[in-house]
Nanobody
């Protein structure tokens, strides 16, 4: 039973933008401390951005200045705004709740050159 559900992935040309969303599913809990990860084919899963509860946002160097993580507490949804996308950003993107260690099923992002 999925606890987190991602959406918003798709195919976009290089230089384009996408916004990913992450919401709870099947149970209700507050998304307080969350992160976005990605996994490209043949590579390990890596942290992209995190939003600790009450803490500062953190970004991997390879997305700084291009991606923004945010939370809408009223909607209990976390977002990842991705701008200036590059083919190297192609991967399955996952959200994770750090407190409960829940993961979503992932959403595919494909950036064409």
């Amino acid at each position: 039973q999925a606890q987190l559900v991602e959406s918003g992935g798709g195919l976009v040309q290089a230089g384009g933008s996408l916004r990913l969303s992450c919401a709870t599913s099947g149970s209700t809990f507050s998304l307080e401390s969350v992160g976005w990860y990605r996994q490209a084919p043949g590579k390990e899963r890596e942290l992209v951005a995190s939003l600790p509860g009450g803490g500062r946002t953190n970004y991997a160097d390879f997305v700084k200045g291009r991606f923004t993580i945010s939370r809408d507490s009223a909607k209990n949804t976390v977002y990842l705004q991705m701008n200036s996308l590059e083919p190297e950003d192609t991967a399955v993107y996952y959200c994770r709740d750090f407190t409960k260690n829940y993961w979503g099923q992932g959403t595919q992002v494909t950036v064409s050159s």
